[in-house]
T-cell receptor, first 112, second 114 residues
């Protein structure tokens, strides 16, 4: 069964304190791994897609990496505006209809 | 501007009522999805549709119904059979045939049972 687990559930950082969020997955053939940012009361906003182990993508203070079993979202020198819930999702080669399997999310809080 | 709209933003339901949540997209996407989000949990798939006049159950379809009469629209009805409908509902769309293409999400509807 395809499954996604994110850790930690919540993370509190001081402004400028770099850290990483983890997304562990099991999937019967990875078609893509997705990272989203979600602000309270809003819909998720797409950040990155990773397709194969070893791939890395960057956007401002965020960098996503992928191995065969997990993905990391590295946050370098975070600012308070980076506070949000970060969601990880996978798409399996074998499931139809472009369905995504989501983890439960990591709630990030960055204090000034 | 292209995007996904959901309405209403907030919805209140009395016990025993059916309510319908609207989702419209002008992205020309073939596939549309409905998710439910509860506090501290990830998104769970309710229903999805890959083409007009066709849709499939997701993981938690009981107590919900959908229709797909137009490519742009995918309304979700929460029926009285759904015992715990209070949640945040999200609609999404994408091109399902392209490998690894992301889903785009609407702003969500928060449903509260009174």
């Amino acid at each position: 069964e395809d499954q996604v687990t994110q850790s930690p559930e919540a993370l509190r950082l001081q402004e400028g304190e770099s850290s990483s969020l983890n997304c562990s997955y099991t999937v019967s053939g990875l078609r893509g791994l997705f990272w989203y940012r979600q602000d309270p009361g809003k819909g998720p906003e797409f950040l990155f897609t990773l397709y194969s182990a070893g791939e890395e993508k960057e956007k401002e203070r965020l960098k996503a990496t992928l191995t065969k079993k997990e993905s990391f979202l590295h946050i370098t020198a975070p600012k308070p505006e980076d506070s949000a819930t970060y969601l990880c999702a996978v798409q399996s080669t074998y499931n139809q209809g472009g369905k995504l399997i989501f983890g439960q999310g990591t709630e990030l809080s960055v204090k000034p | 501007d292209g995007g996904i709209t959901q309405s209403p933003k907030y919805l209140f339901r009395k016990e025993g009522q059916n309510v319908t949540l609207s989702c419209e997209q002008n992205l020309n996407h073939d596939a549309m999805y409905w998710y439910r989000q509860d506090p501290g949990q990830g998104l769970r798939l309710i229903y999805y549709s890959q083409i007009v006049n066709d849709f499939q159950k997701g993981d938690i379809a009981e107590g919900y119904s959908v229709s797909r009469e137009k490519k742009e629209s995918f309304p979700l009805t929460v029926t009285s059979a759904q015992k715990n409908p209070t949640a945040f509902y999200l609609c999404a769309s994408t091109f399902p045939g392209l490998a690894g293409v992301e889903q785009f999400f609407g702003p969500g509807t928060r449903l509260t049972v009174l």
